[in-house]
Nanobody
């Protein structure tokens, strides 16, 4: 069974940075696609960034050049480095693992004040 635990969210001023982490249990992390999604109040959950098992990445247009997704297979952990944060980045951020099905973390709140 896969469990995902996010950490690193919080309150930050516009222009600041945060680094989210997601630690995964189980043995399939290194062969799984990992991703970060977010959901703002009243909005649908949206893709932020994904990274394949081979290290290829994809970003939402709204975060390109500001956010970086990375993974450490030795630590079963995926990261999201978020720089130059904007108030519109405020949301609950969810870690996702995909391997035959989706697995989700519980989410971590990111709030960016103007």
């Amino acid at each position: 069974q896969v469990q995902l635990v996010e950490s690193g969210g919080g309150l930050v001023q516009a222009g600041g940075s945060l680094r989210l982490s997601c630690a995964a249990s189980g043995s399939i992390f290194s062969i799984s696609r990992m991703g970060w999604y977010r959901q703002a109040p009243g909005a649908q959950r949206e893709l932020v960034a994904i990274i394949t098992s081979g290290g290829s990445t994809k970003y939402a247009d709204s975060v390109k050049g500001r956010f970086t997704i990375s993974r450490d297979n030795a630590k079963n952990t995926v990261y999201l480095q978020m720089n130059t944060l904007k108030p519109e980045d405020t949301a609950v951020y969810y870690c996702n693992l995909w391997f035959s099905r989706d697995y989700w973390g519980q989410g971590t709140q990111v709030t960016v004040s103007s």
